[in-house]
């Protein structure tokens, strides 16, 4: 069985390595939707995979990292695509969320990308 957690953060970006008449090479803002999604047994003294608040804990630190902030000064980041944004949030997640499986980030209401590890 799988569970998710929606988060929602705010962030703005360059994409320097475009050309100067690319939108996204000019500086710009999203609203960024995350799904963070858990798999495994339910544990029958909780009835839970994992604790909904126990995700938003985990969730916390990395959020607070990128909410409201210019994502091309993020240390570690690199360059802020929205592949990128989802391996840096990956990368953080893992290990506090062993049974992660999969995240799904959201730039626009239209595009974005699920990410499953490498």
């Known amino acids: 069985m799988e569970i998710f957690k929606e988060f929602h953060f705010e ?5 320097d390595h475009l050309p100067p008449e690319h939108q ?16 495994g047994p339910i544990n029958p003294a909780t009835g839970f995979i994992m604790d ?4 938003k804990a985990a969730a916390k630190p990395v959020l607070d990292q ?10 570690g980041m690199g360059v802020s ?19 992660l499986s999969e995240i799904e980030l959201w ?10 590890g490498e």
């Open 24 to 39: 996204c090479a000019r500086l710009h803002g999203h609203s960024y939707r995350l799904r963070v999604f858990i798999r």
């Open 66 to 75: 990128l909410d409201h902030h210019f994502l091309n000064e993020v240390p």
């Open 52 to 55: 909904f608040a126990d995700v």
């Open 107 to 116: 730039e626009t209401a239209t595009c974005g990308v699920r990410y499953r």
């Open 81 to 99: 695509t929205t592949e990128n944004i989802a391996r840096f949030i990956w990368n953080r997640l893992k290990p506090a969320l062993p049974l």
């Open 11 to 15: 962030a703005a970006h360059r994409l």
